[in-house]
């Protein structure tokens, strides 16, 4: 059975930083893309980040500057490293592995003014 474990989330101010942890586990078909999406309350669950192979990086344009997407792939871990946290990336945040597809349970990030 597939598991994706989340960690990392919490509340934290503005301009303030955190950093989340995917951990997959189980039987999943291939870990070679990974990525990070997010869904705010209201809102249509969106790409964050996601990395393929030996480091093909894509991120959604509202994070570009600010979130690092990293692997660590003999750990089958994937981080997501958020600086600047502003109010609007206020959101839950889920792993996800395309070649399932597989979702984690997800970690609410929740970023004050």
């Known amino acids: 059975q597939a598991r994706l474990e989340e960690s990392g989330g919490g509340l934290v101010q503005t301009g303030g930083s955190l950093r989340l942890t995917c951990v997959a586990s189980?039987?999943?078909?291939?870990?070679?893309?990974m990525a990070w999406y997010r869904q705010a309350p209201g809102k249509e669950r969106e790409l964050v980040a996601s990395?393929?192979?030996?480091?093909?990086?894509n991120y959604g344009d509202s994070v570009k500057g600010r979130f690092t997407i990293s692997r660590n792939k003999a750990m089958n871990t994937i981080y997501l490293q958020m600086n600047d946290l502003q109010p609007e990336d206020t959101a839950v945040y889920y792993c996800?592995?395309?070649?399932?597809?597989?979702w984690g349970q997800g970690t609410q990030v929740t970023v004050s003014s």
């Open positions: 996800n592995v395309p070649s399932g597809p597989y």
């Open positions: 990395i393929v192979g030996g480091g093909i990086i």
């Open positions: 189980g039987r999943i078909r291939s870990l070679a893309a």
